[in-house]
């Protein structure tokens, strides 16, 4: 396969089938990327320039929260569209939505659908404009400035939804923090950090790349560190994660603190990265020269917006599934 | 439009007549009772006088529409109607719940009218367990022989029954759209405490969880 989209031939034609165009084209999703797909992407992305790209991305986030703390949405509901707002800009680039706050917005509200938290989308909006204008002249729901947002809004979503391949699969670290913290018998405090730390995972691209449950375990392994706790007798395989990805969830939560302290959760608690480099440093020695692993992974391209127009396109979750059900036709 | 005594609980019996389980219906009813608070006295009078004399479907719609009256009372900041329900939350469920027949049907949602009253803190815990206990009293003696439906008594017309299942499924939608709102204060803190008291412990379950989640992660190397 080699490209995200691929092309099945397919017998029928429109004028044969009274039900119309077979698919022509079937678009799988994917979960979780590798490393290499990511950096593959990341680099066929015309962006503006790296750190602006960078910033861009954490006032979206700002949105994100911002908005959902005021409808008081649960957390789950924000690390969705975080989660989706990134992997949206991976597969399109910012010179084609150079709105990067009407994508947070369009995120928040998949994610408010997806995570059964449901809002209006104008509620969102006229949401998001009060905490842009705190003091401003009062807004209402069928105000045009609102209506004119919602409408550009509604075909955004579409093509959020289109990157994401109608995956509403979205699992989260936050039950697994507790389910761990108690099987290990941690302090409250330990868990309640590392519950603030999984909301700092929502701002790296982790959560493409490592499942829940690694992610909850890296967590709690900062938290321990940080609060000093003994935290040695968590063993991975004891929670069904390789090694590897263990440490790799670590040690990108520790470059990321190193590199963006002021713009996370910690930053309240913790203002000097000190502490998160001689994590590092320590992580480092045990481990020796590490490289994150380097399995390719099929060659993934961006989004072809035009695809709907060439023909119907099929989403679909997994080849098993569609593999079946060509079968029984 | 000043109103006086008498003209505001005229029209406000008629708002709260015209109660149904929409939350437009109670929203009226609610902004007409904070323009004129300085009737709130008489105006909650109404209120307690209307649950002795209405059906027992209407009593679930005024009690539903006092969750309402609360909320917008306590974002206005005008909090007398908030005192007065507190202090006389043991008598409206008593009118809610009468000792009588066909009362049990009113029990469960009552029940849940309570819940919401204390997750969107609205009334203390200390509340919320004396009326909890005074309810789950009501409903041991309703549950009873004696105050079953009756075929040779009169009960609920087959028009009431209709349209309070109607209420009862538009109330139940109403609940899927606000059950998992975060009630105020910091949020983080809440829903961590939340997770730390309501979190199965690690089992089985979540064990196959991991191992598939591990097999869609393993196929992205494919």
Redesign the interface.
């Known amino acids: 396969m080699s490209a995200n989209a691929s092309t099945t031939p397919r017998s029928g034609s429109p004028a044969s089938n009274p039900q119309g165009p077979l698919p022509a084209i079937i678009q799988l999703s ?5 490393p290499n ?1 990511i950096s593959a992407l990341e680099q066929q992305v015309a962006h503006i320039n790296g750190s602006r790209d960078q910033q861009l991305k954490f006032q979206a986030f700002s949105v994100i929260l911002a908005t959902g ?1 005021y409808l ?4 789950r509901t924000m690390g969705t569209a975080m989660i989706i707002f990134q992997r949206f800009y991976l597969f399109n680039s910012m010179q084609d939505f150079p709105s990067t706050s009407d994508t947070a917005l369009a995120c928040l509200f998949v994610a408010s659908k997806t995570e ?3 809002k209006k989308l104008k509620e969102i909006l006229v949401a998001s404009y009060y905490i842009k204008r705190p003091s401003g002249p009062d807004i209402s729901m069928d105000s045009p400035v609102i209506e004119d947002q919602r409408r550009r809004l509604i075909s955004l979503e579409r093509h959020v939804l289109e990157t994401i391949s109608f995956d509403f699969r979205v ?1 989260h670290p ?3 923090i ?3 913290a ?2 290990l018998r941690y302090p ?1 405090s330990l ?2 950090t590392a ?2 730390i999984a ?1 700092d995972s929502y701002r790296t691209i982790l959560p493409l790349k ?4 690694a992610i909850a375990l890296g967590c709690l392994y900062i938290a321990g560190s940080l609060i000093e706790v003994d935290i040695s007798d968590a063993k991975p395989d004891q ?2 994660v ?1 090694p590897r990805e263990f440490e790799n969830v670590v040690l990108e939560m520790l470059e990321f603190y190193i590199d963006w302290l002021p713009q996370t959760t910690l930053f309240a608690r913790y203002t000097d990265p000190a502490k998160f480099m001689s994590m590092r440093i320590d992580l480092n020695k045990r481990l020796g020269k590490y490289t994150e692993q380097c ?4 060659h993934l391209q961006l989004r072809d917006y035009s695809m709907s127009d060439k023909g119907t396109v099929r989403y679909v979750l ?1 080849w098993e599934r569609e593999r079946i059900e060509r079968e029984s036709y | 439009m000043p109103l006086d005594a008498f003209e505001a609980r005229l029209t406000f019996i008629e708002y709260l007549r015209r109660l149904n389980a929409s939350i437009q219906s109670a929203t009226k009813c609610a902004q007409f009772a904070l323009r004129y608070q300085d009737l709130s006295e008489d105006l909650y009078s109404c209120i307690l006088e209307e649950l002795d004399k209405t059906s027992l479907n209407a009593r679930i719609n005024i009690l539903y529409f006092l969750e309402t009256l609360c909320e917008n009372s306590i974002r206005t900041g005008f909090e007398d109607y908030v005192d007065m329900v507190t202090r006389d939350l043991s008598e409206i469920l008593d009118k809610v719940v009468p000792p009588a027949q066909g009362a049990l049907a009113n029990v469960a949602l009552a029940r849940k009218a309570l819940d919401n009253l204390k997750r969107k803190s609205i009334i203390t815990s200390e509340n919320y367990e004396s009326a909890e206990a005074m309810l789950s009293e009501r409903e041991k003696l309703v549950s009873q022989e004696e105050f079953q439906m009756k075929k040779e008594l009169p009960s609920f017309s087959k028009e009431e029954i209709l349209r309070r299942m109607e209420e009862d499924r538009e109330r139940h939608k109403r609940m899927r759209e606000n059950i998992w709102v975060i009630p105020p204060g910091d949020a983080m803190q809440i829903e961590f405490e939340n997770a730390w008291e309501t979190t199965s412990s690690l089992d089985e379950d979540d064990y196959d969880m991991m191992r598939e989640e591990n097999a869609i992660l393993e196929q992205a190397s494919r």
């Open positions: 994917r979960p979780y990327l590798t797909q703390s008081r949405f649960p957390i059964d938290t449901l699992k936050q039950p697994y507790i389910k761990f108690k099987r409250v868990a309640e519950w603030q909301l490592s499942t829940p449950h929670f069904c390789q399995v390719p992974g099929a997994n």
